[in-house]
C-alpha cells in the first residue's frame, strides 16, 4: 500500500491560516479522488473536504468558507488551504485517497496524520 505523505500541520493562533500539503504517488494520484479527514480528541473521525479529478469539491458544513481543497495534478498533491481557524477545528488531519473519497467505506489509502492545534 502506498503511503500519502502530509505536511504542514502545527500551531496557530485562532483567526490564523495555516496550509497542508499531502503528496501522493502518481498512479494513486491520477485514479483516485482526494480529500481530507479530522480526528479531534474524545471524536470519531470526520469529512472535512474532497476534490474529485474532475475538480469538483465538497466540504464539510463547518469549514464552508474558510476552508479551500485543491488539487495539483503537475505535482500529484493535494492541498488545504485553513484560514480564519478556531480552537473547534484543532485536530488530526488525515490525507485520503479512494474512488469517492467522501464515502469513508470507498477510501482505499490514508496518510499518518498532521497535527494542528488552534490557541484562543
Known amino acids: 500500500q502506498v503511503q500519502l505523505v502530509e505536511s504542514g500541520g502545527g500551531l496557530v493562533q485562532a483567526g490564523g491560516s495555516l496550509r497542508l500539503s499531502c503528496a501522493a504517488s502518481?498512479?494513486?494520484?491520477?485514479?483516485?479522488?482526494m480529500g481530507w479527514y479530522r480526528q479531534a480528541p474524545g471524536k470519531r473521525r470526520e469529512l472535512v473536504a474532497g476534490?474529485?479529478?474532475?475538480?469538483?469539491?465538497n466540504y464539510s458544513g463547518s469549514v464552508k468558507g474558510r476552508f479551500t481543497i485543491s488539487r495539483d495534478n503537475a505535482k500529484n498533491t493535494v492541498y488545504l488551504q485553513m484560514n480564519s481557524l478556531k480552537p473547534e477545528d484543532t485536530a488530526v488531519y488525515y490525507c485520503?485517497?479512494?474512488?469517492?473519497?467522501?464515502?469513508?467505506?470507498?477510501?482505499?489509502?490514508w496518510g499518518q496524520g498532521t497535527q494542528v492545534t488552534v490557541s484562543s
Open positions: 502518481g498512479s494513486i494520484f491520477r485514479s483516485k479522488d
Open positions: 476534490i474529485a479529478r474532475s475538480g469538483s469539491t
Open positions: 485520503a485517497a479512494g474512488s469517492i473519497v467522501v464515502l469513508v467505506s470507498h477510501v482505499d489509502y
